[in-house]
C-alpha cells in the first residue's frame, strides 16, 4: 500500500522554521539598504573597518572557549562522580546547576564586584586579569545548566561502571579513566553543551557592561543606539561567525587520532584492453 505524504507534519515544519528564517531574510536585506536607491554591502565594509568590531570579536571568541573548557574540566568529572558513587545526590547538584536560571546575571555580577572588589580580601576587579577572570568565570555559570544537562545525557547512554571497572583492571587511576575513557565517550554531549555556551557567551551583556570589558555583546549594544545598518549587517555577521565557529568544534571533536583532513586522491590503474 503506498504510503501518504505527510502534509500537516511538513506544513508545521515550514510554519516554525518561516519564524527562524524570515528574520534573518529580512535582517539580511535592511542591511544591504544602507546606500540609498541600491543595494550593497556598505554596512558590512563599515563593520570590517572598524578596528573596534575586531578587538571585540576576538576578546570575545577567546572568553567563550576558555569558558567552554572550565566548564568541561568542572561539570564532565563531577557529574560522572556523581552517577558512579553518589547517585543520591544527583537530584541536588541538578538544581544547583539550574540556579543560574533562576538568578539574573545582573545580581551575579553585583555579588561579583562586592565578593572581589577593591575593599575585599581578593581584590579581582581592580586588576585586568582578574577582571577577565570573572568574566570568564560567569559564562561558566550562566553556561552550567545547558552543559551540565548535556553532560548528563550523555553521561546515562553509556556504562561508566563498566567502563571504569574495564580501565581500573587494566592499571589506569581515577584521573586517567576520566581523561582518556570517560571524556571519549561524552564527547558529543561536550560538543551540544559547548554549541550553548558559545552562543551565550558571544552575545551576553549585562556581565561584561558592568564589568567593563570590551566583548562583543556591550559593542554590539553601543553601535545600535546612533547606527541603523551597520547593527543589522553585525547581527547577521555574528550569525555566521557563531555557526561558522561551531562547525569547526564538530571538526575537531568529531576527527579521529591520526585522521587524515583531506581523502588521499589515488589514481585508478590504467584498463588494458585486448584486441
Do not use: H
Not at 504510503?3 to 534573518?24: D, E, H, M, R, Y
Not at 535592511?30 to 546606500?35: E, G, N, W
Not at 563531577?78 to 544547583?96: D, S
Amino acid at each position: 500500500m503506498k504510503k501518504s505524504f505527510p502534509v500537516v507534519p511538513v506544513l508545521t515544519a515550514l510554519f516554525a522554521a518561516s519564524f527562524f528564517v524570515v528574520p534573518l531574510i529580512a535582517t539580511f536585506y535592511f542591511s544591504l539598504k544602507m546606500t540609498r536607491g541600491e543595494l550593497g554591502f556598505a554596512a558590512y565594509a563599515s563593520v570590517f573597518n572598524s578596528a573596534e568590531f575586531l578587538t571585540t570579536i576576538t576578546y570575545s571568541t577567546i572568553a567563550s572557549l576558555v569558558a567552554i573548557l572550565i566548564g568541561a574540566v568542572i561539570i564532565v568529572p563531577t557529574a560522572y562522580w556523581v552517577r558512579l558513587k553518589v547517585p543520591r545526590l544527583r537530584p541536588v547538584v541538578e538544581f544547583i546547576s539550574l540556579l543560574p536560571l533562576v538568578v539574573p546575571p545582573v545580581v551575579l555580577v553585583f555579588g561579583y564586584i562586592r565578593l572581589f572588589g577593591s575593599n575585599s580580601w581578593l581584590p579581582l576587579t581592580t586588576t585586568t586579569a582578574g577582571t577577565d577572570m570573572l568574566l570568564v568565570l560567569g559564562y561558566v555559570v550562566l553556561s552550567m545548566p545547558y552543559m551540565f544537562r548535556a553532560v548528563d545525557n550523555g553521561l546515562a547512554v553509556i556504562d561508566i561502571a563498566t567502563l571504569t571497572e574495564a580501565a581500573e583492571s587494566l592499571g589506569a587511576s581515577r584521573l586517567r579513566t576520566i581523561a582518556t575513557v570517560i571524556f571519549p565517550n561524552v564527547r558529543a554531549a561536550i560538543i551540544s553543551g559547548a554549541f550553548l555556551t558559545f552562543s551565550i557567551s558571544l552575545g551576553e551583556f549585562v556581565l561584561a557592561s558592568l564589568l567593563n570589558r570590551p566583548a562583543f555583546g556591550p559593542y554590539l549594544v553601543q553601535l545600535g543606539q546612533d547606527r541603523a545598518y551597520e547593527p543589522a549587517a553585525l547581527a547577521i555577521m555574528s550569525f555566521g561567525f557563531t555557526w561558522g565557529c561551531m562547525v569547526l568544534m564538530q571538526v575537531f571533536a568529531t576527527r579521529k587520532p591520526g585522521q587524515r583532513w583531506f581523502p588521499r586522491l589515488t589514481s585508478r590503474p590504467a584498463q588494458r584492453t585486448t584486441a
